[in-house]
């Protein structure tokens, strides 16, 4: 019996072509695909299609966006080997991230794909990336098992964990990198697995669903000249119960009196601190400089090594989970899918 990958178009440059009267770039019927590139046909695969209607701008994502396609592919879990989501660049790794979350106990591939040139135009990066991403979608060992089960993303030539990849360009082909963590696959001649760094997590209860999402958490990237009224306002604001913090270097923020007085007020108001940094390699350490102490003293989680979007998606999550933050707290700190590095 053949393998089957579902195709989930969401919308993104992937799937515009240039209209031949006005050269605008417009969607065109996705359920056309195998028209567009014919060499899907040359696997011995079914390939089904479902495009997200409307079709979501990635900038437009939203929580809501992630809870359907999420669910979609809980509805269709049984039916297929493999699924690629088709997604507009900017916001795939938050995406990506979210989905790796959401799904838990997953044993198939799920992998993120787009393009930086629509798949129409002579030059396109569409094309490979789509293929190769079905043919990862598809692929297993001699027993039948996925070779990559879990959510991952798929861009020139590199297969990266959902919840490690950033976006780092918005003109290259290379649009997207793993700082921390090795690429999963990586596509030559052949497409070549790195066996040990693919997860394999054991799930008797098989696939299950987190789509209860909180979302009340803000960002507050550190920077020379922030003032006193920004980090109140982010970190103390009614309506957040968790705090990114993006710090210098190893976990570093300022030392003044001020900054460390609102830490202390938002910890004290029973917010949830998470120090990431802003390096896009490396991993936090506060224990390092005593810059980053005061922070780990006040009662500011460790974020390791995680990016800012893994985090993000985290937080989303393990807040809908539950209104219990010690829990909260407590799940932060343990690596739940590959997302950090302890």
């Known amino acids: ?41 040359k696997f011995a ?10 079709l979501i701008d990635s900038s437009d994502v ?9 669910e979609l592919i809980h509805e269709k879990y049984h039916q297929y080997d ?40 002579p030059r396109t990066d569409g094309k490979e990336n789509f293929v190769s991403a079905i043919e990862i979608a598809a692929a ?4 039948g098992t996925p070779l990559v089960p879990e959510v ?25 990198r793993s700082p921390n963590y090795p690429p999963l696959a990586q596509a030559g001649i052949t497409i070549r697995y790195d066996k040990e760094a693919i997860r394999r997590p054991f799930s008797p209860r098989g696939l299950s669903l987190h789509t209860k999402l909180d979302t009340r958490v803000s960002i507050l990237k550190v920077h020379p000249g922030i003032t006193e009224h920004v980090v109140r306002s982010c970190m103390c604001g009614p309506e957040t119960r968790a705090v990114i913090m993006e710090t210098f270097g190893s976990g570093n ?11 202390k007020e938002a910890a004290a108001q029973g917010k949830i601190l998470v120090n990431v940094t802003q390096c896009n390699e490396g991993s936090v350490n506060m224990d390092r400089y005593a810059t980053g102490k ?42 739940l899918r590959g997302e950090i590095t302890k």
């Open 1 to 41: 019996m053949k393998s089957s990958v579902l195709v989930i178009y969401t919308g993104g440059t992937i799937g515009m072509k240039q209209d031949p009267f006005d050269l605008t770039l417009k969607p065109f019927d996705f359920s056309q695909i195998l028209e567009e590139v014919p060499e899907v046909r």
């Open 45 to 54: 695969l079914k390939v089904d299609t479902y495009t997200f209607d409307p």
């Open 62 to 70: 939203e929580p809501s966006m992630w809870v359907k396609l999420a």
């Open 82 to 121: 493999g699924f690629v989501v088709l997604h507009g660049t900017d916001t795939m790794a938050y995406s990506a991230s979210a989905l790796a979350f959401m799904l838990d106990g997953l044993g198939k591939p799920v992998i993120f794909t787009g393009s930086q040139l629509p798949i129409g135009v």
């Open 140 to 143: 297993k060992d001699a027993y």
């Open 152 to 176: 991952a993303v798929y861009f020139d030539s590199l297969l990266l964990r959902g919840c490690r990849t950033i976006k780092v360009s918005a003109d290259e082909f290379s649009a997207f």
């Open 253 to 263: 923020a300022p030392s003044r009196g001020w900054f460390m007085d609102i830490v």
């Open 294 to 335: 005061p922070l780990k003293q006040a009662g500011v989680l460790c974020g390791y090594d995680s990016t800012t979007e893994g985090m993000l998606a985290k937080l989303f999550v393990l807040l809908g989970e539950s209104d219990d933050n010690s829990w909260v707290k407590k799940m932060l700190e343990e690596d």
